[in-house]
């Protein structure tokens, strides 16, 4: 195998992960192999499907006006609303079509430089699993509702998928200068969490966004949260919420200049200048800030999500 100090340039090949580098320990299920893909995808109950159905027409009720023109163009490519959990195979042959990506089924999280790896191969890792009735409006794990609904509309779009592919290749690197969390602010503030001018207005592509009906509301029109427009070395160095609404947003003018701040800068000069640590706080608005709305904060101020504060 490739090492991470000198990685194969076309990505053909796993790399071993270096002794010291820093990233979350996982336990990885007897039955996958180092690349982390499940032998098939589940076989879903009805009872699933059922949900993912649900989840679906719940969507679909609030993304209109919220969600980007290139979401809801996936949406119709793909035809995700044709009735229970989509089947990878069909799925990833028409999506390959579009854009030349396909969708590979996993257990759980999988490890930063597997991710990456299949990122950089054009493959999107989806959980193999769908959440309960009971965890039917909020699950800490990415379930394939979120993977595919979220995610997949958005990598039909060619400059969008571009972007997810050298952001997989950009992974690499952050291994070996121990930056993955600045690079996961990277991707928690784009592909999870990001919004993109229209001509209508403001509107989400993050997944994160796209997959609950509190957050497409709270994000695109709430008082409360801060929206930015991005800057890719601010970015990396703000913190982020995990299990509440963000308090802040940022916001991109088109997916090519996503792709032009991030394929064309100096990444090793950025992560040499980079702290251990994160700079700001994820409802901070700072001098060099392009702010299109700053945010009265006020749902984190009274508590967020665990005081039952309302999300305005």
């Not at 649900?54 to 006006?65: E, I």
């Not at 989509?86 to 799925?91: I, S």
């Not at 701040?261 to 700079?279: A, H, I, K, M, W």
């Amino acid at each position: 195998m490739a090492t991470l100090a000198d990685p194969q340039p076309d990505f053909a090949t796993l790399p071993d992960m270096a002794d010291d580098v820093f990233t979350a320990p996982l336990t990885k299920p007897d039955h996958v192999g180092d690349d982390w893909l499940e032998p098939a995808q589940t076989r879903y109950t009805s009872d699933d499907n059922a949900v993912w159905d649900d989840l679906f027409a719940r969507q679909m009720d609030v993304l209109p006006g919220r969600a980007c023109s290139a979401f809801l163009a996936g949406l119709e490519k793909l035809d995700l609303g044709r009735g229970g959990v989509p089947e990878f195979g069909t799925l990833s042959e028409e999506l390959g079509a579009l854009t030349g990506w396909s969708v590979v089924p996993v257990p759980m999280l999988i490890p930063d430089h597997v991710f990456f790896w299949h990122l950089a191969n054009r493959r999107f890792p989806a959980g193999n699993f769908i959440r309960t009735r009971e965890t039917f409006d909020y699950i800490e794990e990415p379930d394939v509702f979120h993977d595919v609904f979220g995610h997949v509309p958005m990598l039909t779009d060619p400059v969008y998928a571009d972007y997810m592919q050298e952001y997989g290749r950009a992974g690499w690197k952050a291994m070996r200068y121990n930056r993955l969390k600045a690079l996961g602010a990277l991707y928690w503030y784009t592909v999870e969490f990001g919004l993109i001018e229209e001509a209508d207005g403001v509107r989400a592509y993050g997944a994160g966004i796209l997959s609950g009906p509190t957050e497409a509301r709270f994000a695109v029109e709430a008082q409360s949260p801060n929206r930015i427009m991005l800057n890719v070395d601010r970015v990396m160095r703000t913190d982020y919420v995990i299990s509440d609404l963000q308090p802040t947003y940022f916001v991109i003018p088109g997916f090519g200049e996503l792709y032009r701040q991030t394929v064309e800068r100096d990444f090793d000069r950025l992560y040499r200048s980079l702290p251990s640590g994160f700079t700001y706080a994820n409802s901070a608005v700072i001098d060099v800030d392009n702010v299109l709305h700053r945010g009265t904060q006020e749902y984190h101020l009274r508590g967020g999500r665990g005081s039952g504060a309302r999300p305005v």
